[in-house]
């Protein structure tokens, strides 16, 4: 006759699984089982209810809808990183043009990278990377690829000096207009 040892022995975490089982904390219901990724998802009723009313807005109700939500949920306002193509350089000039009485002092600046030495480019593409917020090193290294081009624009001086300051510190030239 074969003896097995106790089971205490061959599951030492029973009692622990017991104890779990027997508290107040566990929780007994059943969980959901979840949908076959080939099948289109169930939703709820009340999410159904609610797309159904938001579906019926017009776009002002929505862009209110939208503010209230920011509000409600504490959500900050972040703009969307613009493409280099399509920044707003000459927005600055117009404005100064309309003020012709008032005394010119520029207060906003771009700094232009205008060439490199091509034995720092791998530097200068990590320090592109670091400069412009969102950028991936394939889109730095692109962005270097074809100079000239708008590093940062609409910043104040002081900004513009360290930007100059860090891309010359890697091999770059660039110039504040």
Do not use: H
């Amino acid at each position: 006759m074969i003896r097995r040892p106790p089971r205490s022995t061959l599951f030492p975490y029973t009692t622990l699984f017991r104890s779990i089982e027997s508290s107040s904390a566990y929780n007994t219901d059943a969980l959901a089982t979840p949908q076959p990724s080939n099948e289109p998802k169930i939703y709820d009723e009340k999410l159904k209810a609610i797309v159904g009313q938001i579906s019926k807005l017009t776009l002002i109700e929505i862009a209110e809808l939208n503010e209230l939500l920011k509000v409600t949920l504490n959500i900050p306002d972040t703009p969307m990183m613009m493409s280099m193509g399509t920044m707003p350089v000459g927005a600055a000039a117009n404005t100064e043009e309309e003020d012709d009485d008032a005394p010119k002092t520029k207060t906003s600046f771009t700094v232009k990278l205008i060439k490199f030495d091509d034995t720092k480019k791998v530097p200068l593409i990590k320090e592109m990377k670091n400069i412009i917020e969102g950028m991936n090193l394939v889109q730095a290294k692109k962005f270097v690829e074809s100079i000239p081009q708008v590093v940062k624009a609409d910043i104040g001086k002081d900004e513009a000096e360290k930007i100059k300051a860090a891309i010359q510190a890697v091999g770059g030239e660039c110039e504040i207009d």
